[in-house]
């Protein structure tokens, strides 16, 4: 059975650009991630460990974007999708994140990646 993990709305700050002030304070950024696995039936009979730990992979997000520097939103978004498909269950994932205020007249700038298991 397939399952969708959502993930909302991840409010996090990081030291994201290239500019020197952004070299030197933090900024928000906003992240949304869905993530498809093929779920175990345990998880239907209410066993833990049938199910993806959405805890797991978020606090990872976590610590690797709060402690990391990035100079692209690319990279940012492509360390986090690996960190979010790194598992054997997972067959499609996608990050997506938000730089909110990054330009004058826009409430963000985003970018979005996608995942694709390869088919056996």
Do not use: W
């Not at 199910?51 to 978004?77: C, M, P, Q, S, W």
């Not at 997972?90 to 985003?110: E, G």
Request: a negative charge; aromatic letters at 8%; glycine letters at 4%.
């Amino acid at each position: 059975m397939n399952a969708i993990i959502g993930i909302t709305n991840l409010r996090l700050r990081t030291f994201i650009g290239f500019n020197p002030e952004e070299r030197v304070k933090q900024q928000d950024i906003v992240i949304n991630i869905d993530i498809h696995y093929d779920m175990d039936d345990a998880a239907l009979n209410d066993e833990v460990e049938g199910a993806l730990n959405y805890k797991t992979i978020t606090k990872k997000v976590i610590k690797y974007v709060e402690d990391g520097h990035f100079l692209l939103l690319e990279r940012l978004v492509a360390d986090v999708l690996d960190l979010c498909s790194d598992h054997d269950s997972i067959n499609y994932a996608r990050v997506k994140i938000d730089k909110p205020h990054a330009l004058r007249f826009a409430d963000s700038v985003s970018l979005s990646l996608d995942y694709h298991a390869e088919k056996k």
